[in-house]
């Protein structure tokens, strides 16, 4: 199953190192593949090192994409940390 969601970083600093280990800690967990895509860059959110080649910044868009037998789960929670993040 393929979910979709377009989300906007709304925290000051980005995605910087510490959120961006701490989403690919929680991705790693996932069998579904987990991509951010941001303009024409895509990243596997199972990797610190591309998800930090985004370059997200405040203001960024992104689309979530979620393919796999666990993407509704995966999805959630990989919502909810953006939701906290940007408290």
């Known amino acids: 199953?393929?979910?979709?969601?377009?989300i906007?970083?709304?925290?000051?600093?980005?995605l910087h190192a510490r959120p961006a280990a701490e989403l690919a800690a929680m991705a790693k967990r996932?069998?579904?593949?987990i991509t951010l895509i941001a303009g024409s860059k895509e990243a596997n959110a199972k990797s610190i090192i591309s998800l930090l080649t985004l370059g997200?910044?405040?203001?960024s868009l992104i689309n979530?994409?979620?393919?796999?037998?666990d993407s509704e789960d995966a999805m959630h929670e990989v919502t909810t940390f953006f939701e906290k993040m940007c408290q």
């Open 8 to 14: 906007a970083i709304n925290e000051s600093n980005g």
């Open 1 to 6: 199953m393929i979910k979709e969601a377009i």
């Open 30 to 33: 996932y069998k579904s593949n």
């Open 64 to 69: 979530l994409k979620i393919e796999g037998e």
């Open 56 to 59: 997200l910044k405040k203001g």
